[in-house]
């Protein structure tokens, strides 16, 4: 059984993390999010109320973590300078981040554009990305499209690669995070985009 930390865990991303993984592996979770209220405990789940820019508070949350998934708003280049020192120094190797299609110029006109070069709110995503992909885990940054309702149904494609689509439904990108916390060597390293097939 997987020990899985989730930060964020009452945003719609982790929200939707925490129930598929819930639903569907026995991984036992760790829900951190400022507010921890909103948060049930029980034989599978624990709920912490932290702060992602406290070390003390990042520190207690990695303590027997195999991974980490952060999908989180804000200053996100700030946050995952935080997460990446405290899972170096907490010896956790598996990270999976949640930042936003169009940080690389990926997204194709006749997807409707969007990307950072014309979209300067997208800066903080892509500092995140760089600082994950410059650390010594094991990530995957997650780069999904516009989040929408309705069922599994996503296409992945892979850093250079252009963008297949503009939407992708909150389950795809659970049911993409549940396959990456069951197989750590998916998408190792890798930097993957998110759309609707």
């Known amino acids: ?5 989730i930060i964020g865990a009452t945003g719609t991303i982790g929200s939707a993390v925490h129930q598929t993984l819930l639903n569907e592996t026995a991984a ?17 789940e624990t709920a912490m109320a932290g702060n992602v820019t406290s070390d003390a508070d ?4 990695m303590q027997g973590q195999d991974t980490v998934f952060a999908a989180l ?21 598996r990270l999976l981040f949640i930042t936003s299609m169009g940080i690389y110029n990926e997204i ?21 990305a760089d600082i994950v992909e410059a650390s010594d885990l094991n990530y995957t940054v997650i780069r999904p499209g516009w989040f929408t309702g ?13 963008f297949g689509g503009h939407d992708v439904s909150v389950s795809s990108i659970a049911d993409l ?7 750590e060597t998916l998408y190792s390293h890798d930097s993957v985009g998110l759309n609707t097939k």
């Open 177 to 183: 995070v549940k396959r990456l916390v069951e197989d």
């Open 58 to 61: 990042l520190d207690q949350a």
């Open 73 to 93: 708003s804000g200053n996100l280049g700030n946050f995952a300078q935080k997460i990446v020192a405290a899972m170096d120094r907490n010896k956790v190797s």
């Open 28 to 44: 036992k979770l760790t829900l951190f999010a400022r507010s921890a209220d909103r948060l049930t405990n029980s034989d599978r």
């Open 1 to 5: 059984m997987k020990n899985v930390l």
């Open 108 to 128: 194709p006109t006749s997807v409707g554009g969007g990307n950072l070069n014309s979209n300067p709110m997208l800066r903080s995503y892509r500092e995140a």
């Open 150 to 162: 309705g069922p599994v149904n996503y296409e992945v494609t892979r850093k250079g690669e252009p």
